[in-house]
């Protein structure tokens, strides 16, 4: 979909104008983006500003080393020349006007005390402006929950230090995260890092993100091919995100059953022929269904699915004065009904991984959206219960919150509307359907294992809602 503002940008005399106005404007270019599939070493010759002192600085340098970037260390080196050789990787101490790196990775876990909370201006001010555009800054620390008072406040802060970070370093494209790593979850840091340091996760800002140890999980996570051999299923996979989610899960090695309505049938047949899925027609809210599928795993002679994407989803938006009850129904049906249904009834691997679709208005709530929000505020509940229910058997439930994404739907809204979705937020413009199968492919993916029960934004860093 054409975006006006980021065409107009392209010229430096149009652009200058309307900085003027007051109005933001996105980069003249698109976000780097990576359409390919995972990489074993994503940050080869990236140089990468990593700021050490608390636990989860031997984690952050096995990641950093092993993705292959080029790092320049802010304080004690220790955990990275230990791991230098052995990966043929450069580490020097990091200098405020050396190279502009690509990504800061700074460990704020140690942090305690208000006084504490210096060492971020101190290691970030002044190199801020130094980050290439579309860049990374990442912080780790620690969730306040179970930390003394002070402490907690102070990790707490990191939150809203992180937020407001994203919308400085967002008109560069650049974004800006926080990862909360549990005490005793530090091994499970790497793949959570390695997916929000790579352009997989471009429209990904402003949200903190934690890493715990209740998945139960044995091995360790692939960084190529992630998906090998497992069986997903997709629903509402004919077009917009769910096509963008199955032929992201069948790019990392998946085998996509692509669910949608028989009204869809040619669309899904040809999505499924082109990425070597299975095509099946069936309304989610149809008891019918769940036997289309259980009959599908039957003749694949297998008992489970690996994967399951809870995509489908419908708006019928009114005032809830002006609402019809048929209106009202089927979007609780569809929206919230269904993904409890499936969740609930098909059989799904130990070990599996079951992918929710939220929406920040339904963290928020929006005029004429009763319905729809409250659907979507559901399913992040259900997912939080969720997740603490199967994590015994290793299965992680996460659900990713979408914020103004460029699709069909999203198209037929009003053209101010449109225009408030694209530029309230960090980025300043509208993310791509890719985003969200991009955030889909990690939440499937073994390494993920670490995020359990929560619900990820991927909306640019959206003003609307937390």
Not at 359 to 385: D, E, H, R
């Amino acid at each position: 979909m054409s975006d006006y503002l980021v065409n107009l940008g392209k010229n430096n005399l149009a652009r200058k104008m309307v900085r003027t106005l007051g109005l933001p404007i996105p980069l003249p270019q698109a976000l780097l983006r990576s359409t390919g599939a995972w990489e074993d070493k994503p940050l080869t010759d990236q140089v990468v500003v990593a700021g050490t002192g608390g636990a989860l600085t031997p984690a952050m340098a096995e990641c950093l080393m092993h993705a292959g970037a080029s790092v320049q260390v802010i304080g004690d080196m220790d955990a990275f020349t230990s791991l230098s050789e052995a990966w043929a990787r450069s580490v020097e101490p990091a200098v405020a006007d050396g190279n502009k790196p690509y990504a800061i990775v700074l460990d704020a876990s140690h942090l305690e005390t208000a006084e504490d909370l210096r060492a971020l201006y101190d290691a970030l001010s002044p190199r801020m402006r130094s980050i290439q555009t579309c860049g990374r800054l990442v912080v780790l620390g620690r969730p306040p929950e179970g930390l003394e008072p002070i402490a907690a406040g102070v990790q707490r802060a990191l939150e809203g230090f992180i937020r407001s970070a994203g919308k400085e370093l967002g008109r560069k494209g650049t974004t800006a995260n926080l990862i909360q790593v549990d005490a005793g979850a530090e091994d499970r840091l790497g793949a959570t890092l390695r997916w929000v340091l790579s352009q997989h996760a471009a429209f990904l800002t402003c949200q903190p993100i934690r890493v715990s140890a209740a998945v139960q999980t044995e091995g360790g996570a692939p960084h190529q091919r992630p998906l090998d051999a497992k069986l997903a299923l997709v629903t509402g996979a004919a077009r917009g995100i769910g096509k963008s989610i199955a032929q992201a899960l069948a790019r990392e090695g998946a085998h996509v059953l692509c669910l949608d309505l028989p009204g869809d049938s040619e669309a899904l047949q040809s999505l499924a022929e082109s990425i070597g899925g299975t095509a099946l027609t069936g309304d989610v809210t149809q008891e019918d269904t769940l036997q289309t599928v259980r009959d599908v795993l039957k003749a694949r002679g297998v008992e489970s699915l690996d994967i399951l994407v809870n995509n489908a989803g419908v708006t019928r938006d009114k005032t809830l004065a002006k609402m019809r009850e048929d209106h009202w129904d089927l979007t609780l049906a569809v929206n919230l009904g269904a993904v409890m249904r499936l969740t609930t009834s098909l059989p799904l691997s130990d070990g599996g991984r079951v992918v929710n679709l939220s929406s920040i208005n339904g963290l928020a709530g929006a005029p004429g959206q009763t319905n729809y929000s409250a659907t979507k505020a559901g399913v992040a509940g259900f997912t939080a219960a969720m997740g603490a229910q199967m994590a015994e058997r290793g299965i992680a439930v996460n659900a990713v919150a979408p914020g103004f994404i460029e699709t069909r739907m999203t198209a037929a809204v009003p053209a101010g509307t449109r225009e408030a979705g694209r530029r309230l937020s960090a980025l300043s413009q509208g993310g791509l359907p890719h985003d969200i199968a991009e955030a889909v492919t990690f939440l499937c993916s073994p390494g993920a294992a670490g995020l359990c029960g929560q619900t990820v934004r991927v909306c640019g860093g959206n003003f609307v809602g937390a």
